[in-house]
């Protein structure tokens, strides 16, 4: 199952800030966890299953990818392989789509898609150093806090997270083939820490917005104030409002 517990010290945060990234562990170890996450889980969850697309690279290309793959997923993750199975709905396409590219050398148009395929993945095992073991570090409200506010090489945290989001929400996630039993949403656990840090962004823009609204109160003229005392508030509240709040 995949779960937001992994420490990223440099492309979605800072070694003195790291951000959260997402990794893939065993049901079977998460079971073991004291962790908050249980509580957005469906009660009348299956087996989790982990969504993902398989990307066929070239051999020319391999090891400029890797290279590249190596660079990004290089703070706390490790390269395992994995069989990874074609979704029934895909697997007509894709058969149909290899027999369209018998000419393309660069596409594996041989492989029976009805059968699983060997993939290289980077997993964030819980004996790596960045692994949130500390049940506190991965309460869904700290969690979407740090989110909020890290920021690394890559981009915002929270951009990676809705990406993540958004990535989820694709064909055949959402429509009850999820492995959460809802049927509804792709990954409750994303689903959840995306709502809460949209809510603190939300916060955020109020908090500005009320600090303008003080500053303005602040310098708008009282009826007590004579009419020069007024222009020169008011001129000074004008200079203030072109520098910003």
């Given amino acids: 199952m995949e779960a937001t517990s992994t420490l990223c010290g440099d492309h979605r945060g800072t070694p003195e800030s790291p951000g959260r990234v997402v990794t893939v562990i065993e049901q079977s170890f998460w079971e073991t966890l004291s962790d908050p996450q249980r509580g957005i889980q469906p009660s009348n ?57 018998t000419n393309n050398t660069n596409y594996p148009a041989t492989h029976n898609y009805s059968t699983p395929i060997t993939c290289m993945v980077y997993i964030g095992l ?58 509804k949403v792709a990954d409750s656990h994303i689903a959840d820490l995306a709502r809460r840090v949209r809510a603190i962004e939300g916060k955020e823009v109020s908090e500005v917005d009320r600090r303008r609204s003080e500053n303005v109160l602040e310098h708008l003229p009282g009826p007590e104030m004579g009419r020069e005392e007024r222009a020169v508030r008011m001129e000074e509240f004008d200079g203030r409002e072109a520098e910003g709040p």
């Fill in 126 to 183: 819980p004996t790596n150093a960045q692994f949130l073991r500390d049940p506190a570090d991965r309460d869904p409200a700290n969690v979407a806090r740090v989110i909020s506010q890290s920021c690394g090489q890559s981009g915002e945290n929270r951009d990676y997270l809705y990406l993540l989001e958004k990535a989820l929400e694709g064909p055949g996630f959402v429509a009850g083939g999820d492995g959460n039993g809802d049927g």
């Fill in 45 to 101: 969850s299956k087996p989790s299953t982990v969504w993902g697309a398989a990307y066929h690279i070239p051999a020319s290309h391999a090891e400029e990818v890797h290279a590249y793959l190596d660079d990004r997923e290089i703070d706390g993750y490790t390269v395992h392989f994995t069989p990874f199975h074609p979704a029934p709905s895909t697997t007509a396409t894709a058969t149909a789509t290899a027999n369209t590219n």
